[in-house]
């Protein structure tokens, strides 16, 4: 603890820039907090790591990158970006959605308010001064009334700890520092460990530019079709002037989208009927087979192995081979379906039936290290000229457990999240006054499209903050007592479902050492927004103000 104080008390403080509020990152909840903070009189600052705006965007430039919330579902609501912007695809690729960042920042004129560049890797709260001390790896000190991180879900990866990894010849890439400058791919030996979302995308992508391309697999993705559009002459999914209406149901949707489950249980209705709605979701494409299904789907075991069942035998049917078959969509459900992030794809099962793309089962034939020539499993040496490993992320608390936040009792954040995460209504922490995050732990986050709850979540920070300046009101604070309430709600909500029987980074899974727990908020986005609007209708409970 002493040695972030001291590191502070050694730096010339005089040099640092005063804030009304320091906003932390630069994807869709850092840019409309600044658009709107500024909007509403605050001095603000947006600081960021990567080198322009776009958050996951701006680092995933992966081949085959690409969205899997469709449009206009996954941009801002303001009129004044959307009349003036036309998306290329249902679907943009990462490429289209840097293009939409920068739109964003011309009409919005965010640049003069943006540091790039600057990783932020302490914090520290004075209590006297009420105010954020802010340092940022380059040495810039802020000092902010409100700390205001909107670092993502996404921002800290995993690379699983191999031997030999630096002995590699070849390149060893995690796709989010994918390098900016086109790679020779053409004709490589290829090797992506990791069928997540990122995985997949890849590997649909590399299979038709490499040599050999052999993907590596520890658990099945139940991807769905995407159904992919391509747009000519500025038409878009639905007519623009639909778009108000259409931005405004998104707090109706569980996921923050435009559909939801349906209010019957998978055994209501009969075979017959049931195959009909499975066949009309599968064709419509988008998450609408996970998220716009039955409505016990993700309750009951025996609704979700008939949507699985569903799901294997449409899979089963596009592949060759009896192996990788049973390999990529077995007959026995390996978890509950939609339990484990879905992904959707655009032929990533039928690269199976090429021979140069080989599939890997790292549960028979685990690897055992990384050589100078490539990947040594418990069958054989593998040679590669890449290796892309698309391990993931310490996915949701990562991001901001990498940054030394302490509050008053010096106690840093990592700590107090040491053994379980804490928050209130996934918004703000005990014990760190005036900092609240977005996307974070115990919200809806990665059960809610991005833009959505970018809305959702800066709208409600912002009435707090105009709330504090009409009341001349300087600090605001979690209760401890709520956060534990809330902890409550959110295990309550994850355990009546089926997703703490299956392994994923919803739990906390991925990482070894990480406490097992239900790191998202399960009650659906139109509960999420009600609870947000009583708290601050009734004066902001669950906070002590001063
Ligand atoms: O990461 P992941 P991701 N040995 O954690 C495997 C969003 N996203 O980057 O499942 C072998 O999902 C691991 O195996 P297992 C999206 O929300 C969105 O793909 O743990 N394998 C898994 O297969 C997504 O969910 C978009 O058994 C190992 C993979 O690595 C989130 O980002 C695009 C291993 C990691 O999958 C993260 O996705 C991309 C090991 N030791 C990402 N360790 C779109 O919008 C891990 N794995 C489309």
Redesign the pocket.
């Known amino acids: 603890m002493g040695s972030i104080t001291d590191s502070f008390s050694d730096l010339s403080l005089n040099s640092a820039q005063e804030l009304g509020a320091l906003i932390v990152g630069a994807g869709f909840g850092g840019v409309y907090q600044l658009k709107h903070l500024r909007d509403a009189g605050y001095k603000v600052k947006l600081v960021e790591a990567g080198a322009d705006y776009g958050g996951?965007w701006y680092w995933?430039r992966y081949p085959g990158?690409?969205?899997?919330?469709s449009i206009p579902v996954y941009e801002f609501s303001d009129p004044a970006l959307w009349q003036t912007w036309s998306w290329k695809q249902r679907?943009p690729g990462s490429a289209e959605l840097r293009a939409y960042f920068a739109h964003v920042a011309e009409v919005w004129d965010l640049r003069r308010d943006t540091e790039f560049g600057a990783f932020v890797e302490s914090a520290v709260w004075d209590d006297g001064e009420s105010k954020w001390t802010v340092k940022t790896k380059k040495g810039d000190i802020y000092k902010a009334e409100f700390f205001l991180l909107n670092t993502g879900?996404?921002a800290k990866r995993?690379i699983?700890d191999?031997k030999g990894i630096d002995t590699f010849k070849g390149n060893f890439l995690h796709?989010?520092y994918w390098p900016h400058e086109e790679l020779d791919l053409k004709g490589k030996k290829v090797a992506v460990?990791?069928?997540?979302?990122?995985?997949?995308?890849l590997a649909t992508d590399l299979a038709p530019l490499v040599g050999e391309l052999a993907v590596?697999?520890?658990?099945?993705?139940t991807s769905l079709p995407m159904r992919q559009v391509d747009y000519q002459d500025g038409e878009q999914e639905i007519p623009r002037k639909d778009y108000p209406d259409f931005f405004r149901g998104r707090t109706d949707s569980f996921g923050g989208f435009d559909f939801n489950f349906i209010g019957r249980s998978t055994f209501d209705d009969d075979p017959e009927t049931r195959r009909e709605l499975y066949e009309k979701l599968w064709a419509e494409g988008d998450f609408k087979f996970w998220l716009a299904t039955y409505q016990d789907m993700l309750f009951d075991p025996a609704a979700n192995r008939e949507a699985y069942n569903f799901w294997r035998d449409k899979t089963r049917a596009k592949i060759h081979d009896a192996r990788v078959r049973d390999l990529l969509a077995p007959m026995k459900q390996p978890y509950s379906f939609g339990c484990?992030?879905v992904?959707?794809e655009n032929g990533y099962f039928e690269i199976f039936n090429e021979s140069h793309v080989h599939l890997v089962d790292?549960n028979s034939t685990?690897?055992e290290e990384i050589t100078p020539k490539g990947i040594k499993t418990s069958e054989k040496e593998w040679e590669f000229d890449y290796i892309i490993?698309?391990?993931?992320?310490d996915?949701i608390t990562g991001s901001l457990k990498q940054i030394d936040i302490r509050g008053p009792s010096g106690q840093s954040l990592q700590e107090h999240w040491k053994k379980a995460t804490y928050t209130h209504m996934g918004l703000s922490v005990s014990g760190f006054p005036n900092m609240f995050f977005s996307y974070g732990p115990q919200a809806p986050t990665?059960f809610c499209n991005g833009p959505t709850c970018a809305e959702l979540q800066g709208d409600w920070i912002l009435g707090l903050m105009n709330h504090m300046r009409d009341k001349g009101l300087k600090k605001v604070e979690v209760e401890e007592e709520s956060e534990n309430k809330w902890r409550e709600i959110v295990l309550r909500l994850a355990n009546a479902t089926l997703l703490p029987n299956t392994?994923?980074?919803y739990m906390g899974?991925?990482i070894p050492g990480k406490p097992r727990e239900p790191l998202l908020y399960l009650g659906g986005v139109p509960a999420y927004y009600k609870t947000l609007g009583e708290a601050a209708k009734n004066g902001y409970t669950g906070f002590k103000l001063e």
């Open positions: 996951v995933n990158a690409r969205v899997d919330s679907f879900f996404a995993y699983p191999w796709p989010s460990i990791g069928t997540g979302s990122t995985g997949i995308q590596f697999q520890r658990t099945i993705n484990k992030r992904s959707l790292v685990p690897i490993c698309a391990t993931g992320f996915s990665p392994r994923s980074w899974d991925n």
